[in-house]
């Protein structure tokens, strides 16, 4: 079983930063691949980033060069870096986990844990 909580979110100007941190409880967090999603309103659900258990990473070709996801399995901490924000990245951020799977997901059913979600407003 693994938790998530997300946290970082909050409202923030056009071309400014943010970083959302998923923590996470578990055992099996060091071996699992983790996922940043988001949602806006009336859109569906879409994939941002990804990590796997060995740090690779793959990333939406709408953030690519802007956000970077990382990891510390010391603090069991899933972190997603947002730069060059743009009011488009608005949304619900959602954290999610694999259960026992170290590879990196692009949808949604490939994850088994969910965070309650963050959000994200960016104004112009």
């Known amino acids: 079983q693994v938790q998530l909580v997300e946290s970082g979110g909050r409202l923030v100007q056009a071309g400014g930063s943010l970083r959302l941190s998923c923590a996470a409880s578990?055992?099996?967090?060091?071996?699992?691949?983790m996922g940043w999603f988001r949602q806006a309103p009336g859109k569906e659900r879409e994939f941002v980033a990804g990590?796997?258990?060995?740090?690779?990473?793959y990333y939406a070709d709408s953030v690519k060069g802007r956000f970077t996801i990382s990891r510390d399995n010391a603090k069991n901490t899933v972190y997603l870096q947002m730069n060059s924000l743009k009011p488009e990245d608005t949304a619900v951020y959602y954290c999610?986990?694999?259960?026992?799977?170290?590879?990196?997901?692009?949808?949604?059913?490939?994850?088994?844990?969910w965070g309650q979600g963050t959000q994200v407003t960016v104004s112009t």
């Open positions: 990590i796997s258990w060995s740090t690779n990473t």
């Open positions: 999610a986990a694999r259960a026992g799977i170290t590879t990196i997901a692009t949808t949604g059913a490939g994850y088994d844990y």
């Open positions: 578990g055992r099996t967090f060091s071996s699992a691949a």
